[in-house]
């Protein structure tokens, strides 16, 4: 019987996707307050769903850095440790759909050079028990005025203003994955005791007025206003076929779309 499963990170978004849509339920949830008064020789794995605020925008600092303080942990206790990484580990230099083979990497803001430097210290530490997956743009149902995610601001400017605005050109796309798609991946992932480096996202390039137009659809009303205020924009796609040959999983663009559709219906009752 597999032990259970730690989860870090109680009041994050994320963690609580995967709390609600998993099918493993064997697990514990702490705040990253905890650390220190956890027994971690009940865990197989440990998913650090917690990241400093100040480390999305400022420059890193070892002393904010939660992952490096568990890893600590994970290593004491022979864990393998989930560490959800992101797309801004690249850059527009790279050439799309950016493989996880890419050997130089030169981030273009600060998140981004945060997540690959605690990448690099993760693999110092912890060796063959670590699993980075890089994100694609999440695809989720949440209201929020101060979210700044894709899916909080597009959302809660369709709910509130019967709007959504994108600061940027419309012929840009991205790489969408949906909250679905993320939580069946990492399932599968702890189940069979996967580490490694995985893009975890479509490979598939969607433009957002294709998103938000489902959204429209199926809410009923609202309208699509594109300002070009983000010259630093640019289009992004990551090669996925790595995960897949070790999952099987995959989310076509029919399955993003029908999922928008979902959202726009529930969006109404929000």
Known sequence: MMKKILLIGKKSTLSKIYVKKS???????FSHRDFKNINY???????NFSFSPKLMSLPYRK???????????????????????????YSKLNTIPVSETIKKLKPENNYGKNKLKIEKHLKKTLKKNLLILRLGTFLFLKLSSKGKLFSEKMLYSLHQKKLIFFDFKNNIYKDFITDDHFVENLDYLIEKKI??????????PI???????????TFNKGKIIFENKNR???????????IINKTGIILNKKKILDFCREMGKKLKYE
């Open 195 to 204: 580490t490694g480096l995985y893009n975890l996202s479509s490979g598939i």
């Open 232 to 242: 630093k924009a640019y289009s992004f796609l990551m090669s996925n076929k790595k």
């Open 63 to 89: 002393e904010i850095d939660i992952d490096k303080k568990l890893a600590i942990k994970a290593k004491e206790n022979n864990i393998i440790y989930i560490f959800l990484s992101t797309r801004y580990v």
């Open 41 to 47: 020789s009940k865990y197989s794995h440990l998913i």
């Open 207 to 217: 433009f957002p007025k294709d998103i938000a137009t489902n959204v429209i659809k």
């Open 23 to 29: 099918r493993i339920k064997n697990f514990d949830i």
